[in-house]
């Protein structure tokens, strides 16, 4: 049973059009993150939650936003997609930041 | 912010053998350390992970050593099967940190048959 679900699998949008990505957890965790995975690259965080403290890293691009409604969801908003930001965007949790962090299946994210 | 290395970008061994990945981090404060194994198109999965209070940590086939002074941590895979095949990353980070978390640049394993 997937417990980490990101929606949708797929996104295409346009060059310039917010795109909003979601995630659930089934885990009743307390730690929610977001990574962007480009082709043959590692994961990279882009922020993380802790309950309801928003941890921005310092190199994430000021068109990255996220929001955590309640425990369970998580959501990755791009407000102007460039072609650079075409990648796989995966979410995790984790109970504990020194816990082991269940990822999701990703959105692969294109950019026309 | 956390520097992570990781050695080799591949790798090839004959089933049976074993496989040796290394990673290097800089931030000291760093203690949770996971390694991850990732099929093409799939999610990451944890392997193992082991925190900076222990320096060596077994699960069946797979093992993980942290050298905390040097600032190293290895993943050892012994008796490997083609169903190891992947791409492994190393990461660096936890509480002490600042809940920050930096993966190494991934190891692509090919075990021959």
């Known amino acids: 049973d997937a417990m980490v679900i990101q929606n949708p699998r797929y996104q295409v949008t346009q060059f310039g059009k917010p795109v909003t990505l979601s995630c659930s957890q089934t885990?009743?965790?307390?730690?929610m993150y977001w990574y962007q995975q480009k082709s043959s690259q590692a994961p990279k965080l882009l922020f993380h939650y802790y309950d309801k403290d928003f941890n921005n890293e310092a190199d994430t691009p000021d068109n990255f936003q996220s929001r955590r409604p309640n425990t369970s969801f998580c959501f990755l908003d791009i407000r102007s997609p460039g072609l650079g930001d075409a990648a796989m965007y995966l979410c995790?949790?984790?109970?504990?930041?020194?816990?082991?962090?269940?990822f999701g299946d990703g959105t692969r994210l294109s950019i026309l | 912010g956390e520097n992570v290395e990781q050695h080799p970008s591949t790798l090839s061994v004959q089933e049976g053998d074993s496989a040796v990945i290394k990673c290097t981090y800089s931030d000291s404060a760093s203690n949770y350390f996971p390694w991850y194994k990732q099929e093409l198109g799939k999610r990451p999965q944890l392997i193992i992970d082991i925190r900076s209070n222990v320096g060596e940590k077994k699960d069946q086939r797979i093992a993980v050593t942290l050298n905390k002074t040097a600032k190293h941590f290895s993943l050892h895979i012994t008796e490997t099967q083609p169903e190891d095949s992947a791409v492994y990353f190393c990461?660096?980070?936890?509480?002490?940190?600042?809940?920050?978390?930096?993966f190494g640049t991934g190891t692509s394993l090919t075990v021959i048959p």
């Open positions: 885990l009743n965790h307390n730690v």
């Open positions: 995790a949790t984790s109970s504990d930041p020194n816990q082991p962090q269940h």
């Open positions: 990461a660096a980070g936890g509480s002490n940190t600042g809940n920050q978390f930096y």
